[in-house]
């Protein structure tokens, strides 16, 4: 939990790893609980390691974050390699996403139809 807005309300934060067959990646959402529910903000990929062609890592930064007052959530990503290019040393970029980036609105209709009490 952090507050990414400046507003005082603190956003849900959740990082969760899958993979298989060589690849490994870890998801970033981040959720705005103010109006009782589970609101996505931004789906991306925090960390992905595939084999020998990519490998990165991006880590949330909170402070350019809360600069946009969180109209767009900024990252530090770290490249080891892209596409089977390796860099030396890793390439750091500064990526930002906007709200609602790399939510599915039907993915989410589903989710929440599936959260949806039982009568």
Not at 24 to 44: A, K, M, P
Request: proline fraction near 4%; hydrophobic fraction near 35%.
């Amino acid at each position: 939990m952090v507050d990414l807005t400046g507003d005082g309300i603190h956003e849900l934060v959740i990082e969760s790893n899958f993979g298989g067959a060589g690849t490994y990646v870890v998801s970033l959402q981040i959720f705005d609980l103010s109006r009782g529910r589970f609101d996505e903000l931004l789906n991306t990929i925090s960390r992905l390691l595939r084999m020998t062609d990519d490998d990165y890592a991006q880590v949330l930064d909170i402070g350019r974050t809360l600069q946009s007052r969180g109209k767009r959530f900024c990252t530090v990503k770290t490249t080891l390699f892209e596409d089977g290019k390796w860099f030396s040393p890793p390439r750091v970029t500064r990526p930002c996403y906007k709200r609602g980036d790399g939510i599915d609105p039907k993915e989410v209709k589903l989710l929440n139809e599936m959260l949806t009490p039982l009568r």
